[in-house]
T-cell receptor
């Protein structure tokens, strides 16, 4: 299993540009989420999904859109990039049932907005 | 969701036992306590989870008192490679919301 994969690893955008951060998992996990982590800070939840067709907002959803058309994929769209969105973005997934709050994280995408 | 409070940083030396305490005064009945570890430039990694009393795995132990308003992550005999940020999370397993909110975390520095 590849686990959770994210592309690209690095991205530089200009203010106002849009782009999509890709996230995929091959573990058949129902739950997927996106976090951002600013330098020296903890992770903040942007959006999450408990299954295909179901998404909801986290702590900092403004400026981001998500969709979940399949169990495997959970792309994050930046509508109009701003310097305040410069951050490292992590995607994570886990099962919903059972005894574990164990989320599996991807390697992250480092985004710089100029 | 219950808010968590942890020390910002801790120092230790190789071979010592390290205990990191997390406060979660507003923990709900359905909430579990989960700890993650994060190395620089990597995503967090699950360490341990518990509901009450004590849980132990090959990496750490988790102590939860009866009132569940706090928890302590115990790392036995730390090494330099345990230098990382440790996050305490509180969230429910049984609900379908699935939200897990990270706090600021505790930066553990292990010295030789």
């Amino acid at each position: 299993n590849a686990g959770v994969t994210q592309t690209p690893k690095f991205q530089v955008l200009k203010t106002g540009q849009s782009m999509t951060l890709q996230c995929a998992q091959d573990m058949n996990h129902e739950y997927m989420s996106w976090y951002r982590q600013d330098p020296g800070m903890g992770l903040r939840l942007i959006h999450y999904s408990v299954g295909a067709g179901i998404t909801d907002q986290g702590e900092v959803p403004n400026g981001y859109n998500v969709s979940r058309s399949t169990t495997e994929d959970f792309p994050l769209r930046l509508l109009s990039a701003a310097p305040s969105q410069t951050s490292v973005y992590f995607c994570a997934s886990r099962i919903l049932a059972g005894m574990a709050n164990e989320q599996f994280f991807g390697p992250g995408t480092r985004l710089t907005v100029l | 969701l219950a808010k968590t409070t942890q020390p910002i940083s801790m120092d230790s030396y190789e071979g010592q036992e390290v205990n990191i305490t997390c406060s979660h005064n507003n923990i709900a009945t359905n909430d579990y306590i989960t700890w993650y570890q994060q190395f620089p430039s990597q995503g967090p990694r699950f360490i341990i989870q518990g509901y009450k009393t004590k849980v132990t795995n090959e990496v750490a132990s988790l102590f939860i008192p009866a009132d569940r308003k706090s928890s302590t992550l115990s790392l036995p005999r730390v090494s330099l490679s345990d230098t990382a940020v440790y996050y305490c999370l509180v969230g429910g397993l049984s609900s379908n919301t699935g939200k897990l909110i990270f706090g600021q975390g505790t930066t553990l520095q292990v010295k030789p």
